[in-house]
């Protein structure tokens, strides 16, 4: 079990820290402004079906380029069975699962109206999308394998003693464009950043049904 104390900070860090990561499409553009999410804390019950309680955090960072492109980055660290003991500095906690998404597009962005500090950007559609998936494989859509298709394939189902979920053998490797389209916004995605204090209010991401 690792230090839950330290995979929270690291949590809250990990955006941030993957900025040398995100140049995508805009590996020559100047880096226009960077901003940070809170992090939202989330709990879901498992029981009756599963013996089992998490406790996830997730944190997103936007990085805006001068040539009016994106990249937003979404990092989540989940635990269960988390306690905390009232009375000493005792904690325990099992690791989960723990990601990096990476979405990377064209975008919009203007001075509010009302208020010079706020930036009101409007994210399109995904033209790219990298992952990093708790420490078991990687994806990037613009430079795809066989591989990395094979990772992706919906389970057919999920094991009712463990809720883990069952592989589909038999089914094709997705191809990068399938995969993408899996990815992309349900509309355009509207964040309002503050220049000021370089965040912005945590946006909770929808997702249009691949085709």
Not at 112 to 133: G, H, P
């Amino acid at each position: 079990m690792k230090n839950l104390k330290a995979m929270a900070f690291a949590t809250l860090a990990l955006a941030s820290l993957s900025l040398s990561a995100c140049n995508g499409s805009a590996k020559e553009a100047k880096i226009k402004g960077i901003y940070l999410s809170p992090a939202e804390m989330s709990y879901s019950n498992m029981r009756p079906q599963y013996n089992y309680y998490l406790t996830t955090f997730t944190q997103e960072e936007l990085t805006l380029f001068e040539n009016n492109t994106y990249c937003l980055i979404v990092s989540s660290s989940q635990f269960s069975a988390v306690v905390l003991d009232e009375n000493t500095q005792d904690f325990s906690g099992n690791e989960r699962a723990n990601y990096l998404y990476k979405f990377y597009g064209e975008c919009e962005s203007a001075v509010n109206d009302i208020d010079e500090d706020l930036l009101d950007v409007t994210l399109k559609s995904v033209s790219r999308y990298v992952a990093s998936y708790d420490q078991q494989y990687w994806l990037d859509t613009d430079n795809w394998t066989e591989e990395m298709g094979k990772k992706v394939i919906p389970p057919k189902g999920y094991d009712t003693t463990t809720g883990q979920p069952i592989p589909d053998t038999e089914a094709a490797p997705w191809s990068a464009k399938q995969y993408l389209d899996s990815k992309q916004f349900a509309s355009n995605v509207e964040i309002q950043v503050n220049v000021k204090t370089y965040s912005f209010d945590f946006t909770e991401l929808k997702f249009a049904e691949a085709k």
